[in-house]
């Protein structure tokens, strides 16, 4: 179904009054039919520091919890390198005497958050990083790890269930291009570096085999991405990759894209499909059969060059985070957190929050764990705009207005979609004061210069008439790839084999497949289908496209996997949630023919 909602007054939203004569009319499109993945329940983090004078503070898990994150990193940046769990102490650096493992995990659980882990690589040991995860996982009765020598450590160890754990920090940042700023008492080198990540994962899965690993990268087209050293022959990816694969779970990249201007950083956004696309196309060259199980996290991103206090208060920061962790999303990362909870989302002792905790929290009202992203395109570039079909029917799309003096009245024309005549509005702008809402037109909607706003339409039976040709754009591919081919179906019985494997934890679980074409032809594009027995659902893939409908997941080729050979085989794998049951799916067919199951 084709529905353009192009017709109608436009809806002027509060305190945008004095901007609707001057508004330039901008034409959005929604694909609401072509997803761009499910949103992980990792995806919302923040950063948090062992140095935080403001941790501990009363209100801060309340704010945490409603700004929408689902993910707290500690202990904090080049800290992680010279920090000691087990005494809260750092090298050459300070740590503050309150701000405990044991405090920060009574935050995290008030907060409703998981952890994310970083453990000290500079400095530390593996088996210290091998003792962190005894004593966060596998506490209770007859204990016999470490215990920590701060005030307040249990005898008897917890069950707190981490699954997320960084080994190091920047670590390229240790002199091995030039620039030091991270310590490492290690020898240097991506190849010293990539043999201590094998022998410390290795070492806290051999604790608690459920747990996740990550390996620190450089961000592709950023310093020091691609360089060599008398240490370093190779660049650092190419170095580390080959080496640590077959032991890491997820990759680590950190982006802090200041530049001279606020245009110019909002403009770095355009950067992120190639810089997604060129890291997992490294992972697929060196991590062989594994590289569809390694995700992505971006464990520290902000539009400022350490943006903090009057800087943090700048509205473009809001505009950037939204737009980037969208498009991140969009391109298969499956987590972002922002740096800082102090001072750069919300002011120490005051707790006040700075514009980008509102663009944190504007994300929860575009989308959550489980909602599906979909593909949308702007007339307009100074009008990001992104969407989400949320599970509950409704269609949310977010319109990020970059330009810090015009006003533009957006016309939605949606694909796939009919939606009711009213809509609910939510904005945030340079007047302040947090997040409004509002009843207006799903038809349009007038955005106020500098400025986030989220339209979530309602379904509705009623249709709507033919989009005028030319007056939309053409609708955007999924970023960073060609249109996927349409699959060509195999006559009569075609072979095929496919293998089924889940890691799982507690309400999720990482479900891993290899399809293997055992007939007698190639196949120039696939489709393979299959069934949920307990109603689990996909919320993130990689090397495949995935849709689910119900209980029915359809999993087609990507652009750059489209061919599948005879006796070829080609691996996906999908993040998904469960509960009360997580049974193997017993049916699978490979373009409409049954397959066999290894």
Known sequence: MSVCLCAGVAFLLPGMIQHARAATPVNVTVNANSSLGTIPSTAYGVSEAAWDGSLLDPSLPGLIAASGAKVMRLPGGSLSDAYHWQSNTAIASYAAPSNTFDAFMGVAQKAGVQPLVTVNYGSGTTQEAAGWVQYANKGGPGYNGPVPTYAGGSSTGHTYGIKYWEIGNEVYGDGTYGSAWELNNNPHGPTAYAN?????????????????????????????????????????????????????????????????????????????????????????????????????????????????????????????????????????????????????????????????YYALQMLSHLGVAGDTMVSSSSSQSLVAVHAVRQANGKLAVLLVNKDPSNSYTVSLGLNGYSANSAATIYTYGTNGGGITSTTGSSSSVTVAPYSLTTVVLQSGSSGGSTPTPGTTPTPRPTPGTTPTPTPTLVSGN?????????????????????????????????????????????????????????????????????????????????????????????????????????
């Open 494 to 598: 075609a072979s095929c084999k496919v293998s089924y494997s889940v890691n799982q934890w507690q309400g999720g679980f990482t479900g891993n497949l290899t399809i293997t074409n055992t007939s007698s032809s190639a196949l120039s594009g696939w489709m393979l289908k299959f069934t949920f027995p307990n109603g689990q659902q996909v919320t993130q893939g990689w090397n495949s496209i995935f849709t689910q409908s119900g209980a029915n997941v359809t999993m087609t080729n990507t652009s750059y996997n489209a061919t599948l050979a005879v006796g070829g085989s080609v691996s996906a794998g999908f993040n998904g949630s469960w509960s009360g049951s997580n049974s193997r799916p017993t049916g699978f067919t490979l373009n409409g023919n049954v397959c066999s199951i290894a």
């Open 196 to 356: 201590t990540v094998v022998a410390d994962s290795n070492a806290m899965k051999a604790v608690d085999p459920t747990i996740k690993t990550g390996l620190v990268l450089t961000t592709p087209g950023n310093w020091p991405d691609g360089l060599t050293s008398s240490i370093s022959p190779k660049p650092w990816n190419d170095t580390v990759l080959p080496i640590a694969c077959p032991s890491i779970d997820f990759v680590i990249i950190h982006w802090y894209p200041g530049s001279s201007s606020a245009s110019a950083t909002l403009a770095t956004t355009s950067q992120i499909p190639t810089i997604i696309s060129s890291l997992r196309s490294k992972i697929n060259q060196y991590c062989g059969s594994r590289a569809s199980s390694i995700q992505i996290m971006v464990t520290e991103i902000n539009g400022g060059e350490a943006a903090s206090g009057q800087q943090a208060s700048a509205m473009y920061l809001a505009l950037f985070e939204d737009d980037a962790f969208m498009g991140m999303l969009e391109n298969g990362v499956a987590n972002l957190d922002y740096w800082l909870v102090h001072d750069d989302l919300l002011a120490s002792g005051s707790e006040t929050p700075y514009p980008p």
